[in-house]
């Protein structure tokens, strides 16, 4: 388990935009996909993005698509997910996780990665 920190969640309106970040502390995470998956109440966890080791490939879930945009600064140890457009249904827990392997083809599963953050809350108001 690696020690992932999201942060940037908050309140915003129908239409707004988020920037999400997660960060490491004590590692680097050059070596590592990182994947975005978002959990609203009463629903499992949704992969929404991933992003490779290089930030050369990324992939995204059909629901966030043209909206979201997953990008990494490796200088700065962060992984960022800026997310435009949003919507109430994108109301949720959203959580980075890790994966030293994960090829991003797909954006995966919850049992695809290994290392996860505790989450920062999203609320979208209508």
């Known amino acids: 388990q690696l020690p992932l920190v999201e942060s940037g969640g908050g309140l915003v309106q129908l239409g707004g935009s988020l920037r999400l970040s997660c960060a490491a502390s004590g590692f680097s995470l050059d070596y590592y996909t990182i994947a975005w998956f978002r959990q609203a109440p009463g629903k499992e966890r949704e992969g929404i993005s991933c992003?490779?080791?290089?930030?050369?490939?990324?992939n995204y879930a059909d629901s966030v698509k043209g909206r979201f945009t997953s990008s990494r600064d490796n200088a700065k140890n962060t992984v960022y997910l800026q997310m435009n457009s949003l919507k109430p249904e994108d109301t949720a827990v959203y959580y980075c996780?890790?994966?030293?392997?994960?090829?991003?083809?797909?954006?995966?599963?919850?049992?695809?990665?290994?290392?996860w953050g505790r989450g920062t809350q999203v609320t979208v108001s209508s």
């Open positions: 996780a890790a994966d030293r392997w994960w090829p991003c083809t797909v954006v995966g599963d919850p049992a695809d990665f290994g290392s």
């Open positions: 992003i490779t080791s290089s930030g050369g490939s990324t």
